[in-house]
């Protein structure tokens, strides 16, 4: 590789030229692009020299494409050069000349922006009514044609979203129960209260906790995955071909999702319970020294069975939604990588808040039920 | 820059799982060559494109770009060969969070000392050379038909003005128009810049009228590496049916692979 370079000579005839020599390619030229270029075009203001670009030994777009810069866009007339380098440089003159878009102050902008973006969220929610539309729909159509329902689906679902779910529910449950247990104990010790850790921890746990617990770590562990996958397989095509295959893609990969964690989600957050529970049996061992077996024992009777239910209940239509969120922003992905990645987060916030909210509900709803 | 080898494989043997794929492989390609390699379904094409570029490491033998064994070399080294080729990809490989214009672009911002008017002007020149036209430059991959995002990929692959050109089944899903011209504009560009291809194609079109040579590889080596006319006068039975028997009519076109 040499060196691009630009020199000014005077021939004998007293004509000026400008003799371009070495390569003018991107790789050479890089270095000082913006020197090369000035230069260039301080040179060019002279109409009257000759350019001289027999002496250029590789040339290439981006070089020609500087020369012709400096040029203003016009053809010199007064100009040698070697005969494959003219295409490479007729090639460049080809190209219409673009203006760069200009920026402009808008000061309706905020406005509208706002604007669209409550559009967003409107069209979103019917969005949403739909696929639950859909979705009850297929309901009745599976109940009214038992063989169509998808079981297969349903029971991977099961197993990717709870089976796989349990070392790690339970795991987090004990600690959470360790950690409440160790909290209070002290308080209720300094009044002498201590057996009271039963109703205490029996209460949260069971009726909040849990289900909570349970809520949020699906979300983020099979929420994802389903809006990963959704929405790939709408980047790739793959929903539009299922419909044309005549599967509906509602009931063949929403509805088991849906389902699947109605199933699913009471019986990973009993699971999650039972280890919180035993944790904090274990925990008020050491510190109040209740015994496990002491603590099993009096729980049912502390605890109303009622509780055990709302868990329940709770557990199951935070799945559904849950599945029914994740569905949906997977539905909703444009076909683009940083569509998938902004669906999945905003489908695990959103699946997380809603949880969240719901479990509110819940609360204000079954206020006066489950206490002594 | 001397008179080494664009493109030397030796010895080559990969696999796929615990597949065989290639068995002592050679291809040498010299600057300048324009080489069709044309094989059957499975037969390896990719992946020795792959190799070759670096994006596999091969289970035994060496793949040499520009001299340099881009896996193991030093990560200035690498950088430096990799700026000299451009591949385009079977499916494009457009990033699809990037306009027509900023996928073109990125090549060149990311050499990192090229202002963005030179920038604008380069991606324009690249677009115009591939035919798309300036309104499609704000585009999203997602809104381009397949044959377009072929020649903004295309477009994307010339960016840096390489010396080697490595393309990927590059008129498949083009028509015969377009494909005609993506011959010229290789041809052009291999004319006056001595710009070196290598290409996959099934497109026996394409092979006759742009390559200079064809690599035959079947039985995971080359069989056959010649002139596409001494290429028909062979007697293997892989070139026999992909080119119709020997002097017989009309060529036989293999169905592109999935």
């Known amino acids: 590789m040499t060196a691009s370079l630009i020199q000014l000579q005077t021939r004998a005839s007293g004509e000026r030229v400008v003799v371009l020599s070495g390569d003018w390619t991107l790789k050479a030229l890089r270095p000082a692009a913006a020197r090369v270029a000035r230069a260039l075009k301080s040179l060019a203001a002279d109409s009257t020299l000759h350019w001289d670009l027999r002496a250029i030994e590789a040339l290439d777009s981006a070089g020609a494409l500087m020369i012709w810069r400096a040029w203003g866009g016009d053809r010199r007339g007064a100009t040698t050069i070697k005969s494959e380098h003219a295409a490479i440089l007729e090639r460049v003159a080809e190209v219409p000349p673009v203006e760069a878009r200009r920026w402009r102050l808008d000061l309706l902008a905020p406005l509208v922006l706002l604007g669209r973006r409550e559009s967003q969220i409107f069209r979103h929610d019917i969005a949403l009514v739909k696929l639950v539309g859909g979705l009850v729909l297929d309901a009745f159509y599976l109940v009214a044609h038992p063989r169509e329902i998808p079981w297969k689906e349903i029971s991977a679902t099961i197993y990717k979203a709870g089976v796989m779910a349990m070392p790690v529910t339970a795991l987090v449950g004990f600690l959470i129960g360790v950690v409440l247990s160790y909290l209070t104990a002290d308080t209720l010790k300094a009044y002498g209260a201590g057996v009271y850790i039963v109703n205490l921890l029996g209460i949260s746990i069971v009726r909040e906790l849990g289900p909570l617990l349970v809520a949020i770590l699906i979300a983020g562990r099979s929420g994802s995955a389903m809006t990963a996958q959704i929405g790939v397989m709408r980047v790739t095509e793959e929903i539009d071909a299922l419909v044309t295959i005549g599967i509906s893609p509602i009931s063949r990969l929403i509805m088991p999702k849906v389902i699947g964690l109605a199933i699913v989600m009471p019986l990973v957050s009993l699971w999650a319970i039972g280890a919180a529970l035993l944790g904090g049996a274990i925990a008020a061992k050491a510190q109040l020294g209740l015994s496990v077996v002491y603590f099993l024992g009096v729980l049912p009777k502390v605890v109303s069975p009622d509780n055990l239910w709302i868990a329940m209940v709770k557990a199951l239509t935070f799945g559904m939604a849950i599945a029914m969120i994740a569905s949906d922003f997977g539905l909703r992905t444009k076909p683009n990588t940083e569509s998938v990645s902004s669906s999945i987060t905003t489908a695990v916030v959103t699946s997380i808040t809603i949880v969240i909210l719901m479990d509110a509900v819940f609360a204000i709803l079954f206020r006066d039920v489950g206490f002594e | ?258």
């Open chain 2, 1 to 258: 820059m001397t008179a080494e080898p664009v493109i030397e494989v030796q010895k080559l043997w990969t696999r796929r799982g615990r597949q065989v794929i290639h068995r002592d492989l050679d291809l040498r390609v010299e600057a300048g060559e324009i080489i069709g390699l044309v094989g059957g379904s499975g037969s390896g094409k990719t992946t020795l494109l792959r190799v070759v570029i670096g994006l596999d490491a091969p289970m035994r033998g060496t793949a040499r770009l520009f001299g340099v064994d881009p896996l193991n070399a030093p990560r200035r080294q690498r950088l430096a060969v990799q700026q000299r080729f451009g591949t385009l990809f079977q499916a494009g490989a457009l990033f699809s969070a990037l306009t027509v214009f900023d996928n073109v672009a990125l090549p060149l911002r990311e050499l990192r000392s090229l202002d963005q008017r030179l920038i604008r002007d380069l991606v324009m020149l690249k677009l115009h050379l591939v035919e798309i036209e300036p309104i499609h430059a704000g585009k999203m991959p997602a809104e381009l038909s397949g044959g377009m995002i072929k020649r903004v990929a295309l477009a994307r692959a010339l960016a840096l003005d390489p010396e080697l050109l490595v393309l990927d089944e590059p008129t498949a899903g083009l028509d015969p128009d377009r494909s005609r011209s993506f011959v010229k504009l290789i041809q052009s560009l291999s004319k006056e810049h001595g710009l070196t291809v290598f290409m996959v194609t099934h497109d026996v079109d394409t092979l006759s009228t742009l390559a200079t040579r064809v690599a035959v590889l079947a039985e995971g080596r080359i069989v056959a590496d010649g002139p596409l006319d001494q290429i028909r006068q062979n007697d293997h039975p892989f070139i026999a049916s992909f080119f119709g028997t020997a002097g017989s009519g009309a060529p036989r076109v293999e169905p592109a692979p999935a």
